[in-house]
């Protein structure tokens, strides 16, 4: 039965170049993989630097008040 199914799907030539559709998908997966990878060091750099006792929350609250300061006072 499965012969049946595929018989009629015609073998692409061995390293023959991708098609626009193929091109599509491994470009898509590619960026896809790019960004994991950057969020992935992203993370590690952030619990680095938890670990080396940097506070992210509190450096957040630093920049809104100095934010707000800064639209207040203009």
């Known amino acids: 039965m499965t ?3 595929t018989r009629g799907i015609p073998a692409r030539a ?3 170049p991708p ?3 193929e ?3 491994l470009t898509g997966a ?3 993989e790019a960004s ?3 969020r992935m060091l992203r993370r590690q750099q952030l619990a680095e630097r938890i670990a080396e006792g940097f506070d ?4 957040r609250r630093a920049y809104d008040l100095d934010a707000a300061r ?3 006072y203009r």
């Open 3 to 5: 012969a049946m199914t």
């Open 14 to 16: 061995y390293l023959a």
């Open 19 to 21: 098609t626009a559709v």
């Open 23 to 25: 091109r599509m998908l």
């Open 30 to 32: 590619r960026l896809l």
């Open 36 to 38: 994991a990878h950057r």
């Open 56 to 59: 992210p929350v509190e450096q």
């Open 70 to 72: 800064h639209s207040f």
